[in-house]
């Protein structure tokens, strides 16, 4: 799978000016932007990243600097034994709520649905949020897990720039818009293990690619 993210200089750099992209900019209620070059920088804002796997190595591999570290990371994920997937929860399917009329239009009724669905969400220490979000994808019959990290615009080790340099709260997020973010290990053990608490498939899946990470 595809890394969206880029490694540079010790920094994770997450693009923002790419409307219904993985890594998406969000309000507090978890609506997205749907035009962020023009949006305004508003300290209730998140970068919304739907992370991957791969991702999570990448953090690993790039961040961490001891064996040490890596073998402490995998020894935590093993001992995880109660996953989200597997909660009463995650069980109900997304499902619509009765329909309701709202309007009509040249002999359409017009319906509004709502969408129900089972959302885990965790805060870590530093104010980055954990999304674990059971919903139907395109084609599949049962519920399956999508991960999401929330880093909020206010967070101290986060800074949002675009191709003029940093954006301040109140201005115009701008062209090339993106979130230059230095994440501690602390961040990152504690967005993996929360991840791993998914299900019993993904914590495996998470150790089995981290676990072939040699540090010097």
């Known amino acids: 799978m595809a ?73 935590k994920m093993g001992q995880i034994n109660k996953f989200a997937e597997e909660s009463e929860y995650s069980k109900r399917k997304t499902i619509k709520i009765e329909k309701e009329e709202i309007e009509t239009f040249e002999g359409f009724k017009i319906y509004q649905y709502t969408e129900n669905f089972s959302s885990f969400e965790k805060e870590l220490a530093s104010g980055i949020k954990v999304r674990i979000t059971f919903k139907l994808g395109d084609f599949g019959l049962e519920p399956h897990p999508h991960m999401y990290v929330l880093i909020p615009f206010t967070n101290k080790l986060l800074k949002i720039k675009n191709l003029n340099g940093e954006v301040k709260n109140k201005e ?42 040699i540090k010097s």
């Open 172 to 213: 115009e997020l701008g062209k090339g818009c993106f979130g230059e973010w230095i994440p501690s290990t602390q961040d990152i053990e504690e967005i993996i293990i929360t991840l791993a608490h998914a299900s019993k498939k993904h914590k495996n899946d998470l150790i089995n690619i981290i676990k072939p990470i």
């Open 3 to 75: 890394i969206k993210i880029k490694l540079e200089n010790n920094k994770v750099i997450l693009p923002l000016n790419i409307p219904k992209y993985t890594i998406r900019v969000a309000d507090k209620h978890g609506n997205h932007v749907s035009s962020p070059t023009k949006a305004i920088c508003n300290n209730e804002y998140f970068i919304e990243w739907m992370i991957t796997n791969d991702e999570n190595r990448a953090l690993v591999e790039n961040f961490y600097e001891s064996q040490k570290d890596v073998d402490k990371l995998i020894d």
